[in-house]
Nanobody
């Protein structure tokens, strides 16, 4: 299983970025998906999750109302639209395949992408 995240970059505070994660998993449409982020020297934190059919989404309080997770099961891709970005959103963002447990815990995800760096300047 391979996950390829893209779309990171540098943006000024208040700006927007859109991340994509292409997943090479035959049964992609059967799995819930998640996004996490990890800032330098910090733990990997939950950002958002989406159920297998896109019917339900979940967000960390810190991004609620600013970020939107979505998916396209035909393209086997999950997205993270990030608006009103803040310097504290600076981190490497990872997509992951949820395989059971709690959405907010990294151990609930079996497969991870390589990450894409988002830098928000003030």
């Amino acid at each position: 299983v391979q996950l390829q995240a893209s779309g990171g970059g540098m943006v000024q505070a208040g700006g927007s970025l859109s991340l994509s994660c292409a997943v090479s998993l035959r049964t992609f449409s059967s799995y819930d998906m998640g996004w996490f982020r990890q800032a330098p020297g910090k733990e990997r934190d939950f950002v958002a999750a989406i159920t297998w059919n896109g019917g339900s989404t979940y967000y960390a309080d810190s991004v609620k109302g600013r970020f939107t997770i979505s998916r396209d099961n035909v393209k086997k891709t999950v997205y993270l639209q990030m608006n009103s970005l803040k310097p504290e959103d600076t981190a490497v963002y990872y997509c992951a395949v949820f395989t059971g447990g709690s959405y907010i815990h990294p151990r609930s995800y079996a497969y991870w992408g390589q990450g894409t760096l988002v830098t928000v300047s003030s």
